[in-house]
């Protein structure tokens, strides 16, 4: 029974020695226009809204979603986060297939992530995606302003609709409506 409990051990040993070498032995693929092993694509996002789901504290938003501070939060989203996650004239960024893991279209594809989890990935930017931390560059009632927007994006209030349709030239997108984009 020794024996194989130390061959075990052994055998994990080698195991992890071996992946430690493959990766820094530049064996493992590190471009973003690549396709990722089928493994690495099951594993991220589970492992992402896990480490959100410990990590992320459950706070409410301090501000109301009021017209004022959707719109806010639209203009907010269009100057800092459109690039990457697509514009308010409902087309996906060019920047879309440049990235890995590719930026999620909030526009097309709107989150069902709770406030709090949309309010901490802003916050706290997600390591190994390009998505920066913003809370050392936008103030906390802006990040609650973009989080409300984003939160609301295909059941905005009418006045909040008008503003998009007059200030970018197209509707919000339709509850229900989805990019057809693979976003796993």
């Known amino acids: 029974m020794r024996n194989f409990i130390l061959g075990v051990v052994i055998t994990l040993l080698v195991l992890a020695l071996g992946g430690l070498a493959f990766a820094l032995l530049g064996f493992m693929p590190t471009n973003a226009d690549a396709t990722p092993p089928t493994l690495e694509r099951r594993i991220a996002m589970p492992a992402l809204d896990a480490s959100m789901e410990r990590h992320a504290p459950r706070v409410n938003s301090p ?6 501070n959707l719109i806010d939060g639209i203009r907010i989203y269009a100057m800092n986060c459109a690039l990457c996650h697509g514009g308010l004239d409902n087309k996906p960024s060019a920047l879309e297939h440049s990235f890995y893991p590719p930026p999620p279209q909030l526009v097309l594809d709107p989150l069902d992530d709770p406030e709090w989890h949309i309010f901490y990935a802003i916050r706290t930017g997600v390591r190994y995606t390009g998505m920066p931390a ?4 936008l103030g906390e009632q802006d990040m609650w302003k973009v989080t409300a927007f984003l939160s609301r994006v295909q059941k905005l209030p009418p006045g909040v609709q008008d503003y998009w349709k007059k200030s970018f030239g197209t509707a919000p997108p339709a509850e229900g409506a989805k990019h057809g984009g693979d976003m796993d």
């Open 134 to 137: 913003w809370g050392k560059v």
């Open 63 to 68: 501000l109301p979603p009021t017209d004022d």
